[in-house]
Structure formats: structure tokens, C-alpha cells
């Protein structure tokens, strides 16, 4: 960083100025204690987390203890070990060219220490940025101790003329380097058992040795991991000395509730793109992205041990935005606004992000996030119109009753009489919306049970919802092409698909909750 305006720039001015150079982990406790007093947020951005993984970490903190995040992925583990640093002083002095951020009064390194032996109080001091102070190491097979702690250089002693035991020649790890500051690990368990015993020492006394040389420093150093559970892994686990050695584990989930999963998708997607263009998203959308994420998370089909990450919904709200943003400048449109037919676009970004329990064919992700889609918008279907599949009520039926009124019987019965409806991804708004306006009794019953509808691109949006919610309620078929979809008669489509021998793509029957392949 450098000299700073009315800082001490020297060791002398140091210690005239009073300053007193803290322990890192008193200087992040002194610091939190300042943000609660003020009642600041202290992870601010991270959402769900405010009543059960952010007080866990407070505590640990306070205790000053080193922490591992344990969770399975996407759930912003390394995103709260990164935002750490902000714990920190803004600034912080160091001697001047060190490479260990010696502290003035304290230094450790041969390389400072001779500094101030040979300069006193004249001895010149610099001030680091926090970002400065934190060390980030993705644990990989081929990590070795060298990478971590540091190694000896042959061609730095040969070059100085050093003996190999001298301090000088060694080229230090990444941990050393962050002396003074804080140094995370991501996915502990990747690394080898043989370098995880390497960090042993940094946890305990708190020193690194360099091979076998009698070299040893005593480290400031504040320890963050972060790993996914021990029963998901096909490469390693913690090792069971250093485990004991990780003061404070802390167990992170995924959002508990839709609401809290659509603030962190809206927080992390990509969603505004043109600034001459609206990008408008209807909530029931947001709401069927998030609750594919939740349905995949208890799905049968899926493996629960690898996790469903919130990368999912942010990927497929991206994809989806960016499908309506391709109609909007095909079409010249100046609305971005998404559409039901839409959300096949958001497949790509669903498929890589889930793990199956039986891997097959290639078409196998497809189909799973096919119909986790499907049983999304089957129950968010729900919550905005009455259940297609509610059964009567016995005493109606034993009494033998007039029935109560089917709300989407004149829908059905226009396609009952032979009449589809073809909808594709390019049609522009009008075209779009007159196409919907031809189902007898689709607007008016939209209009029935929605009652904040503000404009045409909101209810032609509701009416294509409730022909998606009939179709995944088995009320009526869809088709689905490569240029857009199909709603039909469901009679008549299961009897065209029996007689021809062709049916639509692999589907999953929602009464049943079997697989149609």
C-alpha cells in the first residue's frame, strides 16, 4: 500500500503516536464488538442466515476460535469467509518490505529484525489495505506443503550465496504470507492427508517449520475451511487430529422458505440488461424458478448427498430473462417480459447443476429438471387458483348433489371440441396474446382469481400460467417442439399418441407421480 497521508512512516513516529498493534483475532473481535454496539449488519447481503449460521459465527468470533464452514455446495460458505476481511482495521502497519507483514514491535522475520536492529526508531513502516491481509487457497490433490508453508530455494541461495539453512533462502507458502491477516482453505477434504498434517503446527502452536531446518516462525494468523460433508466425497476426508484442532464448526443450510431463495436469487442474477429496455418478472415466475430448486432438493431422482446449490435458480432466472431479452430484440420490443414458454430456456442452466442417482443416457438431467419445472409450477399453480384435481366432498357425492361448478370447465371444453392453440418463442406480443384471447373462457376466468392484473403483458402472462397449470394438472396435453409448444384436447391427444406410436417427450404424471418415459 505503501506511505499514507498522517500516518506514522516510521517506527519512531509509530510509537510516539501511541498506536498499539493488536493480535489478528483481538483486532477482528474488537471490530465486531464496534459493528453490534452500532447494530450493523455484519454479513450484510446474506440472506436466511440471520437467525441460525450468522449468530453461530458471532460467537466464534467473539470467542476467537478458527472456523470451518461445513455445507453442502451453494450455500455462500466461501462468500462469508470472504467477507471476513471487513472485519478488519482498514489499515494496518508493517515493516517496510517484509514479506510476512512483520509487526514493528514484534518482528519476527530475520529480514526485519535486522532492520530495526540496525535502524531503531528510524526504521521505515508502511501501511497494507485489509484485501492485503487475506490468503485464499482452493485445496486441490496437488497442493503441497511448499504452496501452503514454503520451501527452500535452491537458486535464491545459490544467487546470494546462502547457506540452505539460512532464512534467506527460503521462498514462503501462502500462509506466512498472510501473517497477520486471515487465510481460508476451500474444500479441505481435497486436501491430501499428508499436507492436512502440515497445517497441524499453524493450528496449534501456531509456527511453521521449513523441512528440517531449525527455522521457525511464530504466525498471526486467523484459519477459515470450508468443505462439504465427510459422507459426500469421492476424494478425501478431514483428517481427525486437525479436526480437533478447528476450534468452531459451523453447519450452513439452504434458504428455508421461498421468499428468503427468490431475495438471494434477485441479490445474485444477472436480471437488468438493457437500459432502454424494461425487464419486468412476474413473481409467480421467480416463484416457479425457486420452487424447482426446493422440489429438486427432495426429489427421489436427484442425489441429496451432492446438494442442489442456489447457483441452480440463479443460472435458470438468467437463462429465462435472457430468452425474453432475445424475443425483445428480435421482435423490436422495448419489454422485456417473461413468458411461460420461457421456461424451457432455463434448462441449461438447471441440468449441470443436479447429480441423479442412476446417471444414464445423457437426456437424463434434461427429463428430471423437465419435470421438477413441471411440479413447480403444478404448486404455484395452486396458490393463485383453485386445485384442478380437488376431489368433491363425500357427503356431495353420497347425496348424489349438483356438482359444484368446474371454474375451468369452458377452457377444457374449447379443447375438447378440437380446437389447440400454438405458442412459440418469437411471436411477438400481439400474436402472442391474440393466440390466447381464442380460448372461450381462459381471460375471464384469469381475471376471476386475479385481481391486480394491471396491464396486457400481465394477464396475457396469467392466462399462458393457467393453461400451463391445466396441462401439468392433467386437464388438458401439451406438445413440446423445438420452436415452442402446443396446448390439445387431452383425450384426443392420448388417442392420436396410442394410434401413431408417438408421444410427447418423457414426462412425469403428476396424479401418479410416476415417470412416463
Do not use: C
Not at 422485456?336 to 447429480?355: Q, S, V, W, Y
Request: hydrophobic letters at 35%; charged letters at 30%.
Amino acid at each position: 500500500m505503501g506511505q499514507l497521508p498522517n500516518h506514522p512512516k516510521t517506527l519512531g513516529e509509530l510509537k510516539s503516536s501511541g498506536y498499539k498493534v493488536l493480535a489478528v483475532k483481538d483486532e477482528i473481535r474488537k471490530n465486531l464488538v464496534e459493528k453490534l454496539r452500532k447494530k450493523e449488519e455484519v454479513f450484510p447481503g446474506i440472506i436466511g442466515y440471520e437467525k441460525t449460521v450468522i449468530p453461530q459465527v458471532v460467537n466464534a468470533i467473539l470467542a476467537k476460535h478458527d472456523i470451518i464452514f461445513l455445507g453442502l455446495r451453494g450455500q455462500a460458505k466461501t462468500k462469508m469467509a470472504r467477507m471476513l476481511v471487513d472485519l478488519l482495521d482498514e489499515y494496518t502497519p508493517i515493516i517496510k518490505g517484509s514479506e510476512i507483514n512483520d509487526n514493528p514491535f514484534f518482528p519476527i522475520s530475520k529480514f526485519a529484525v535486522d532492520a530495526v536492529n540496525e535502524h531503531g526508531d528510524d526504521t521505515e513502516i508502511e501501511w497494507i489495505g485489509r484485501e492485503s491481509r487475506f490468503g485464499e487457497k482452493l485445496a486441490t490433490p496437488d497442493v503441497t506443503i511448499a504452496d501452503l508453508i514454503g520451501d527452500i530455494d535452491p537458486i535464491k541461495a545459490a544467487t546470494q550465496r546462502l547457506h540452505y539453512s539460512h532464512e534467506g533462502a527460503i521462498h514462503f507458502g501462502i500462509v506466512p504470507r498472510t501473517n497477520r491477516g486471515i487465510f481460508a482453505i476451500n474444500e479441505l477434504p481435497d486436501l491430501q492427508p499428508r499436507i492436512q498434517v502440515g497445517l497441524l503446527n499453524i493450528m496449534q502452536e501456531r509456527d511453521i517449520q521449513i523441512r528440517g531446518f531449525n527455522i521457525r516462525f511464530p504466525l498471526d494468523v486467523f484459519i477459515v475451511y470450508t468443505a462439504n460433508p465427510e459422507d459426500y466425497t469421492n476424494r478425501g476426508n478431514i483428517i481427525t487430529p486437525l479436526k480437533d484442532r478447528i476450534d468452531s464448526q459451523i453447519l450452513t443450510h439452504y434458504p428455508k422458505s421461498i421468499e428468503d431463495g427468490i431475495k438471494i436469487t434477485e441479490s445474485q442474477s444477472w436480471i437488468k440488461r438493457h437500459h432502454d429496455k424494461d425487464v419486468i418478472i412476474p413473481y409467480y415466475m421467480k416463484e416457479i424458478i425457486e420452487m424447482a430448486a426446493h422440489e429438486a432438493r427432495r426429489s427421489e431422482f436427484v442425489e441429496q448427498k451432492s446438494g442442489v446449490s442456489a447457483r441452480l435458480t440463479i443460472s435458470a432466472m438468467e437463462n429465462l430473462v435472457s430468452n425474453a431479452e432475445r424475443r425483445s430484440i428480435i421482435n423490436d420490443e422495448t419489454i422485456i417480459f417473461p413468458r411461460i414458454t420461457d421456461l424451457g430456456a432455463a434448462l441449461p442452466g438447471m441440468t449441470g447443476k443436479i447429480e441423479l442417482v442412476f446417471e444414464g443416457e445423457q437426456e437424463g438431467p434434461v427429463k428430471v429438471s423437465r419435470a421438477l419445472i413441471g411440479k413447480s409450477v403444478r404448486e404455484v399453480f395452486r396458490k393463485y387458483f383453485p386445485d384442478p384435481l380437488q376431489k368433491k366432498p363425500r357427503k356431495q357425492a353420497e347425496q348424489k348433489e349438483q356438482p359444484a361448478s368446474d371454474p375451468y370447465a369452458e377452457i377444457v371444453k374449447w379443447f375438447e371440441g378440437g380446437n389447440y392453440i400454438e405458442l412459440n418463442d418469437d411471436m411477438k406480443f400481439e400474436e402472442y396474446f391474440s393466440a390466447l384471447k381464442k380460448i372461450e373462457g381462459l381471460e375471464k376466468a384469469v381475471k376471476k382469481y386475479i385481481k391486480t392484473v394491471e396491464n396486457d403483458y400481465e394477464l396475457a402472462s396469467m392466462m399462458e400460467f393457467m393453461l400451463e397449470g391445466l396441462h401439468n394438472n392433467s386437464k388438458i396435453a401439451k406438445d413440446e417442439m423445438d420452436e415452442g409448444v402446443s396446448y390439445k384436447d387431452m383425450v384426443g391427444a392420448m388417442l392420436y399418441n396410442k394410434a401413431t406410436q408417438k408421444g410427447s417427450r418423457s414426462s412425469y404424471d403428476y396424479e401418479s407421480e410416476e415417470w412416463n418415459f
